[in-house]
T-cell receptor
Framework: DGGITQSPKYLFRKEGQNVTLSCEQN?????MYWYRQDPGQGLRLIYY???????QKGDIAEGYSVSREKKESFPLTVTSAQKNPTAFYLCASSISQGGNEQFFGPGTRLTVL | GQQLNQSPQSMFIQEGEDVSMNCTSS?????WLWYKQDPGEGPVLLIALYKAGELTSNGRLTAQFGITRKDSFLNISASIPSDVGIYFCAGQQGGSEKLVFGKGTKLTVNP
């Protein structure tokens, strides 16, 4: 089955701790994206990567970091510098650079206590 | 960052009714996408539009790429309870690697 997986579905962390969210895809897509979704809001872009070993900041990159060591994987680290980390995080991928049809994973709900 | 103006914010309808929602911008877009999101899940792509004036259907869903390239519309005919969810529009401008999203239209269908 081809698709995008995110784990875990729910994540709880104490304030001040870094946490890493997993995103894996087996669609052979070049580009991958991380979004943050808050209640009643649209999706805001955190980071994106068009190719392995390269990534760019999105609109709200502060307090987050990413890596793209493999084509299939694009993990997101929420650092202690992120002032308001509790949110629903969505990973997406598209077939090519500038690919317009993005396909989303099921999301990870992060709660920082 | 830029956002799309999506309306209405929410809709409450009876099963069997038709639904219309739209997305507008002050800028031109080359691609319009419509997604549906169920609670606690990731958005699912419904329809993709690539040409001004294009009208595309997916079952009971029909979407149009506005002639001015600054808007798009989604219609759902004969709504059913499983249509409940949040519908997002997204657009991509020429030369950009990114999508811009609307804030969503929350649809409630009463049986």
């Amino acid at each position: 089955d081809g698709g995008i997986t995110q784990s875990p579905k729910y994540l709880f962390r104490k304030e001040g701790q870094n946490v890493t969210l997993s995103c894996e895809q087996n669609l052979n897509h070049d580009a991958m994206y991380w979004y943050r979704q808050d209640p009643g809001q649209g999706l805001r872009l955190i980071y994106y990567s068009q190719i392995v070993n390269d990534f760019q900041k999105g609109d709200i990159a502060e307090g987050y970091s990413v890596s793209r060591e493999k084509k299939e994987s694009f993990p997101l680290t929420v650092t202690s510098a992120q002032k308001n980390p509790t949110a629903f995080y969505l990973c997406a991928s598209s077939i090519s650079q500038g690919g317009n049809e993005q396909f989303f994973g099921p999301g990870t709900r992060l709660t920082v206590l | 960052g830029q956002q799309l103006n999506q309306s209405p914010q929410s809709m409450f309808i009876q099963e069997g009714e038709d639904v219309s929602m739209n997305c507008t911008s002050s800028s031109i877009f080359n691609t319009w996408l419509w997604y549906k999101q169920d609670p606690g899940e990731g958005p699912v792509l419904l329809i993709a539009l690539y040409k001004a004036g294009e009208l595309t259907s997916n079952g009971r869903l029909t979407a149009q790429f506005g002639i001015t390239r600054k808007d798009s519309f989604l219609n759902i005919s004969a709504s059913i309870p499983s249509d409940v969810g949040i519908y997002f529009c997204a657009g991509q401008q020429g030369g950009s690697e990114k999508l811009v999203f609307g804030k969503g239209t929350k649809l409630t269908v009463n049986p």
